[in-house]
Nanobody
Framework: QVHLVESGGGLVQPGGSLRLSCAAS????????MGWYRQAPGKERQLVAT???????NYADSVKGRFTISRDNAKNTVYLQMNSLKPEDTAVYSC???????????????WGQGTQVTVSS
């Protein structure tokens, strides 16, 4: 079993900051890419940011310069620092990880349950 658990969501005023965490646990041999996605009500899920095992990052244009993705490989954890938050950032944020459960396993993508981020005054 593999579990991804997000934390750090909540209600914040426009211009504020939040830091999301996502910890992967269970039977894990190695983790490749990790990422954050979000889904607002009535909209499709969209990519927010991704990071490779080597630390190369990719961001959606809408969050560049405001959000920073990072990871701690020793802890199997990915973070999303969100600054200068806007009401349009309101969504359920979910993390994912491309990982192998065993050395002979193929790479599969696992998802967390998501954490709500609400930006409102």
């Amino acid at each position: 079993q593999v579990h991804l658990v997000e934390s750090g969501g909540g209600l914040v005023q426009p211009g504020g900051s939040l830091r999301l965490s996502c910890a992967a646990s269970g039977s894990i041999y190695s983790i490749n890419g990790m990422g954050w996605y979000r889904q607002a009500p009535g909209k499709e899920r969209q990519l927010v940011a991704t990071i490779t095992v080597g630390g190369r990052t990719n961001y959606a244009d809408s969050v560049k310069g405001r959000f920073t993705i990072s990871r701690d490989n020793a802890k199997n954890t990915v973070y999303l620092q969100m600054n200068s938050l806007k009401p349009e950032d309101t969504a359920v944020y979910s993390c994912n990880a491309d990982l192998r459960r065993f050395y002979y396993d193929h790479v599969s993508t696992y998802w967390g349950q998501g954490t709500q981020v609400t930006v409102s005054s």
